[in-house]
């Protein structure tokens, strides 16, 4: 993630003579460079296959209208991106609603107030979590969480509200085991060890003379904190809450298998809906029609754009707003 | 405000960051407790011998298991790491050894955006590269999916520890007159060695729990098979067939497929810190 | 500032020469805080040590008196431990691990040291300004002054109002930000900043000021600029100030400090440890550094 403004290797190619500069040399970059195009290559290429693949449907429907068009019927060859956009800003906005203030505590719990050997178990653990498969977290959501939940949180207050708040009823829904509010939680669950490991290495960025000048004012561990390390860390931790973000728009499997895969709109938090990681994966191997192919090609191709385009959004707040290149 | 009240407020704060982290440390063991609980019971003999079959076989009690999800794994990933190792270590010394390229900002670029993609997107891909023109579903397919993951993660960890060796070991090899080739290859690499392996190590056990690109090209199947150009099975896909199955003892049988992924990832995990600990160790000294 | 100059110049001589025949207070311990040269005892350590690790030691055994309403200048080769030694005097060590500090300091005759004493409230008394400025970027000029009132409650507009503009005044700031104290502290120049982060030190009322080679990452003029102002400060708080520009320490001090080591090798009036040094290795060092 670091980037070095002047990389060691400018001053290498400066420090060998022309002489040494010799066949082997120049084969050995060669090959270098010809492999590592293919990593540019793909990123490039993605895009192109999946609207090349996604054509079908956007001439049959147009490029903004499968966006905000309402049906998904692949029966009656009509779709509409729609629901699942939807899907997926809600699951993943919410996710991120929940996880980041617990995220940020932890990290700021582990940089600054736990002892180092807790840190470090603190650290390990929740690098382990990012690191157990999706599915894995999905088993255990369908089989334990999701009934838990609906039992002991969904149902009560779905009692509650039909006595006491009718108009919540529109909101909340019937309680499915499997919705919207169970996957958004799962997701939340699946992405705080990105934001835990993002505002992290923010707050490690912020300089130490920084810090001293807040504790030589007589301050408290939480006012260096407040005063001195978070102001400092803020753009790298809202940059880090956008890759989480990102990571939540496109994370599939434990999704699919807990959101309850409707495609119809309107969703409640307390009934089925889809996203669109989750569509594809339902739909995909079943698309034999050719504009139901094309279409969750198109799915495919939105969220591509969505991603990078949040991707970009990260890492220009990262470099623009820093404090860092701005001011010190 | 008095200083007994500052020390209060910091002593609330310090509570509420314990809660939080208990919340969100909490949870990975109560997931790992569960997976351990129902795993082990649903692992015996026949699941590391036998092959899934039908539904039939499991309800009638015949024994069955998931041994061709376990040899389709093992088969499909490893054919993803031959093609992704050679691609991403070169893109990774590209991008730290030949950073005055015009390609290293690029490339730098590119990987990043890769290592955000949704690896469904991927799956996407290999489906209209491979599987469209081969004709159909098969292990190959699953396999280049999975490369498109490995691919940008090792070319980012080969870059950051490439870097991380000391500038004075490129200059010790030029000052003895070695082509910069020579001083990459036999000086650098060897140097960060063990993180360039942890590297790929990583991108194994990240592609390993993969299961939406898979579900899009290799597709899965019930039966052992070892042809690659055929549909083949393999763990974190199978998991999935097995936990929105209706059946019961394929619900167990998913705990069993669960604990395996598991073990293999922690086993990865725990490797991989190892192998960190002691190259920080080592650069201390 | 030549007359400054010239005003500390005259000071120290003075008060060499009326001390000519009485000891130097070198690794002396004197529990009255009056000296017999008419000098108020500000800060004193005794058996001052700092380690770092198990077994290096940052400094050893310093014993020394910081008197009031003078400068005293800590001078020394670098890793000579005088930055370490100035980081005892306000607990800044705490904050490290590994890192273990014996012995004792005295302000006012109280042991910052004690069990009961307070590392916070020490900080409070004895202000810090570091090698680098370090305002509070994302706060305002106005607000990087008031940090440190806020922290302990201080809500009243007038008072604060009051308080940053006295203190900005003191640093010599307050003409140069009077019309602009709502934008970023990071906006002002090195030199700028420098005078922001001594306001903002002096802002909360601080007994001693330590400075931490305050002008080093300055140019000439700021530097200029910093070292006359520590002339005026002086006589509202006592500055002990490390620096490893010996001219600077000449211009600016009243009483030098040379370490060397993680010793504290002597401890005078300036004018003296620099025309007439007492021990060798002073000696040596001013030579190896003038010739």
Redesign the interface.
């Given at each position: 993630m670091a980037d070095v403004v002047v990389p060691a290797s400018a001053r290498a190619a400066e420090l060998i003579p022309a002489r040494y500069r010799n066949p082997g040399d120049h084969f050995f970059k060669l090959v270098v460079l010809g492999l590592s195009s293919s990593i540019i290559l793909l990123a490039v290429v993605m895009p192109v296959v999946l609207f090349i693949e996604a054509a079908p449907t956007f001439r049959a429907f147009g490029f903004m209208d499968f966006l905000t068009e309402t049906t998904w019927d692949p029966v009656a060859a009509i779709h509409g991106a729609w629901p699942f956009v939807v899907g997926t800003l809600i699951t993943s906005f919410g996710a991120l609603l929940i996880a980041a203030l617990p995220a940020i505590a932890v990290a700021i719990f582990v940089s600054e107030y736990a002892p180092k050997w807790l840190a470090r178990v603190i650290n390990y653990t929740v690098d382990l979590l990012a690191a157990i498969p999706s599915v894995v977290i999905g088993l255990w959501a369908i089989f334990n969480f999701a009934p838990m939940m609906r039992d002991l949180v969904y149902m009560p207050i779905y009692m509650w509200a039909i006595e006491e708040a009718e108009w919540l009823i529109p909101i909340i829904g019937a309680p499915s085991t499997y919705n919207l509010i169970t996957a958004t939680l799962i997701l939340a669950l699946m992405i705080v060890p990105y934001t835990v490991a993002l505002s992290r290495d923010a707050i490690a960025q912020v300089p130490v003379e920084q810090r001293e000048a807040s504790w030589a004012l007589g301050s408290t561990r939480w006012e260096v904190i407040r005063q001195a390390v978070l102001p400092y860390a803020r753009t790298g931790i809202v940059a880090g809450l956008l890759l989480s973000l990102a990571r939540g728009l496109g994370e599939t499997m434990a999704v699919a298998m807990l959101i309850g895969n409707r495609n119809r709109m309107p969703f409640t938090l307390f009934g089925p809906a889809a996203t669109m990681p989750s569509v594809i994966i339902n739909e995909f191997r079943e698309a034999v029609e050719p504009l139901h192919y094309s279409s969750t090609m198109a799915v495919g191709l939105y969220l591509f754009v969505v991603t990078i385009g949040i991707n970009l959004l990260a890492s220009y707040i990262q470099r623009k707003l820093s404090i860092s290149k701005g001011v010190l | 405000m008095n200083l007994r009240a500052r020390y209060a407020r910091d002593r609330v704060i310090e509570g509420l960051l314990v809660f939080a982290t208990l919340l969100v440390v909490v949870p990975l063991f109560v997931i790992i407790f569960y997976v351990i609980m129902n795993g082990f019971s649903a692992l015996n003999f026949a699941f590391f011998t036998e092959e899934l079959g039908s539904p039939a076989r499991a309800m009638q009690g015949r024994p069955t298991g998931l041994v061709h999800s376990i040899v389709g794994t093992i088969v499909i990933d490893l054919i993803a790491l031959v093609m992704a190792v050679p691609f991403g270590i070169a893109t990774g010394i590209m991008m730290s050894e030949y950073g005055e390229s015009p390609m290293a900002p690029v490339a730098r670029l590119m990987t990043s955006t890769l290592n955000g993609m949704p690896a469904v997107l991927m799956g996407l891909m290999a489906y209209a590269l491979v599987v469209k023109n081969t004709g159909g579903f098969s292990a190959l397919a699953g396999s280049v999916a999975l490369a498109f993951v490995m691919l940008p993660i090792i070319a980012r960890t080969t870059e950051s520890v490439l870097r991380v060796t000391p500038w004075s070991l490129r200059e010790a090899g030029m000052s003895l007159g070695l082509p910069r080739w020579r001083v990459t290859t036999a000086l650098v690499i060897p140097a960060a060695k063990a993180g360039v392996i942890t590297g790929i190590l990583i991108a194994f056990a990240r592609a390993a729990g993969e299961a939406a690109p898979l579900m899009l090209t290799s597709f899965g199947n019930n039966y052992f098979t070892l042809d690659v150009t055929s549909p083949m099975d393999t763990l974190p896909q199978r998991l999935y067939s097995l936990a929105i199955s209706p059946y019961r003892q394929w619900h167990t049988m998913g705990w069993g497929a669960a604990i395996i992924l598991l073990l293999f990832v922690m086993v990865t995990f725990i490797v991989g810190r190892v192998i960190v600990q002691r190259m920080e160790d080592r650069l201390k000294n | 500032m030549q007359n400054d100059t010239t005003d500390a110049t005259a000071t120290g001589t003075a008060t060499s020469a009326a001390t000519a025949q009485a000891p130097r207070h070198i690794a002396t311990v004197n529990d009255k805080l009056q000296t017999p040269d008419g000098n108020t005892v500000r800060l004193e350590t005794r058996d001052l040590s700092v380690r770092y690790g198990i077994s290096t030691f940052g400094v050893q055994n310093i014993s020394a008196q910081i008197y009031d309403q003078n400068v005293t200048a800590l001078i020394g080769p670098s890793g000579c431990g005088k930055s370490t030694y100035l980081r005892a005097l306000?607990r800044?060590h705490d904050?490290g691990?590994d890192i273990e500090v014996t012995g004792e300091v005295y302000l006012d005759g109280e042991n910052l040291y004690a069990p009961k004493m307070?590392p916070?409230?020490?900080?409070?008394r004895v202000?810090?300004v570091?090698?680098?400025p370090?305002p509070?970027?994302?706060?305002s000029i106005y607000d990087n002054v008031a940090?440190?009132l806020r922290?302990?409650?201080v809500r009243n507009r007038a008072t604060l109002d009051e308080v940053v503009e006295q203190s900005l005044k003191d640093a010599a700031l307050w003409d140069e930000v009077k019309d602009r104290l709502r934008s970023?502290g990071?906006?002002l120049s090195g030199g700028q900043q420098q005078r922001l982060?001594i306001a903002?030190?002096l802002a909360?009322g601080p007994e001693v000021l330590l400075m931490d080679e305050p002008t080093s990452s300055l140019d000439p003029m700021a530097t200029a600029r910093i070292e006359e102002l520590i002339q005026k400060l002086k006589h509202k708080v006592t500055i002990i100030i490390v620096t490893h520009n010996m001219q600077q320490a000449s211009r600016v001090s009243d009483y030098t400090a040379f370490f060397y080591v993680g010793e504290l090798v002597e401890l005078g009036p300036t004018q003296e440890i620099f025309s007439n040094p007492r021990e060798l290795r002073t000696q040596e060092y001013f030579s190896g550094e003038f010739s």
């Open positions: - | - | 306000n800044m904050l691990t307070d916070v409230v020490v900080r409070r202000g810090m570091f090698q680098k370090t509070f970027p994302t706060k940090a440190g922290l302990v409650g970023p990071g906006s982060c903002r030190a909360v």
